[in-house]
């Protein structure tokens, strides 16, 4: 086929789509409306049900969890709440129980929000501790949460905090990693000494931070 014709027959076919379009002008924009609420409509649901894709599950631990070990009160006393997370989504742990997951929920000014029963009568007291896990105050949860050798932790002043490690554990080797990693914690400017030891053990070591 010549050149020519060629040209003729896109010119023909480019006046034949032309015509067809100004002949279904009104049914081309009732499907442009239709196609775009469509496109609105899953949008605006998808948003609102998203917090249902949540994880209702215990989240599996990796090299970027980050985990906190806090003390909250509870109908039965203070038991030890353990909140994991490698995201949004923060796993909740009660007393050895897991009882589900909590996050910031967009559609509620970032409030935190489950859909847990066991652990709605929670989220308020465990949120509150997330919110100053990262102050001196809060410090002990970090240590706890990020080193499974600290079996508890107390405060003798408003600078000097009580670390106590298991039994297994060797000194040395525990102290002189601490003291390397420990800065990697801090969030606060404030000066803490940690005095880590083993329980009914008079040995121990000051650890200055800041």
């Not at 050895?96 to 967009?106: A, F, L, Q």
């Not at 509620?108 to 009568?121: H, K, M, R, S, V």
């Not at 949460?145 to 932790?153: L, Q």
Request: aromatic letters at 10%; proline letters at 4%.
């Amino acid at each position: 086929m010549e050149r020519k014709e060629v040209t003729s027959l896109f010119s023909e076919v480019e006046k034949s789509v032309i015509s067809w379009a100004k002949a279904h002008r009104s049914e081309l924009i009732i499907g442009g409306i239709f196609g775009f609420s469509l496109t609105t409509a899953y949008l605006i649901f998808s948003k609102k049900h998203f917090k249902l894709a949540k994880p209702l599950k215990p989240l599996e631990p990796g090299l970027n969890m980050e985990r906190y070990i806090f003390e909250i009160p509870t109908d039965s006393g203070i038991k030890e709440a353990v909140v994991e997370t490698s995201g949004e989504c923060y796993g909740v742990t009660l007393d050895g129980k897991y009882i589900g997951s909590m996050w910031r929920d967009e559609n509620l000014g970032l409030q935190w929000d489950t859909l847990d029963e066991e652990l709605a009568p929670h989220i308020w007291d465990i949120a509150s501790k997330l919110s100053e896990a990262f102050s001196r105050q809060g410090y002990p949860s970090l240590l706890k949460g990020a080193y499974p050798e600290i079996e508890s932790t107390q405060w003798k002043s408003s600078e000097t905090l009580e670390v106590v490690i298991s039994k297994e554990t060797d000194m040395e080797v525990f102290t002189t990693f601490l003291k390397d990693e420990v800065l990697n914690l801090v969030d606060f400017e404030e000066h803490l000494d940690l005095i880590v030891k083993k329980a009914d053990d008079p040995y121990f070591v000051i650890i200055g931070i800041n």
